[in-house]
Nanobody, 125 residues
Framework: QVQLVESGGGLVQAGGSLRLSCAASGRTFSSYSTGWFRQAPGKEREFAAAISWDGDTTYFADSVRGRFTISRDNAKNTVYLQMNSLKPEDTAVYYC??????????????????WGQGTQVTVSS
């Protein structure tokens, strides 16, 4: 069973930066795409960013494009979400997810096979 553990969340002032990490273990398939989602209080979980297994394809929600970047180090079984120019509206629990997928990415929650427990990101104004 794949296990995903997020880290790197915390409290930051508006305009600041954080880097989230998603460490995977227990993989049994050869390739996985990875996504980051977020859920603010009282709102539905929403897509933020995704990256293909080979790292060549990335995609971002309009709300974070230009401020967030996503990358991966498959040798370390880790995917990163670099978040810059943070805004109070970025406050949410951030989840990483993986899909057994050799090519491409996924953007819908229902497409993913495994989920982490989440890490809280709070941006103060």
């Amino acid at each position: 069973q794949v296990q995903l553990v997020e880290s790197g969340g915390g409290l930051v002032q508006a305009g600041g930066s954080l880097r989230l990490s998603c460490a995977a273990s227990g993989r049994t398939f050869s390739s996985y795409s990875t996504g980051w989602f977020r859920q603010a209080p009282g709102k539905e979980r929403e897509f933020a960013a995704a990256i293909s297994w080979d790292g060549d394809t990335t995609y971002f929600a309009d709300s974070v494009r230009g401020r967030f970047t996503i990358s991966r180090d498959n040798a370390k079984n880790t995917v990163y979400l670099q978040m810059n120019s943070l805004k109070p509206e970025d406050t949410a629990v951030y989840y990483c997810a993986e899909k057994r997928q050799r090519y491409g990415i996924a953007v819908y929650t229902g497409e993913y096979d495994y989920w982490g427990q989440g890490t809280q990101v709070t941006v103060s104004s």
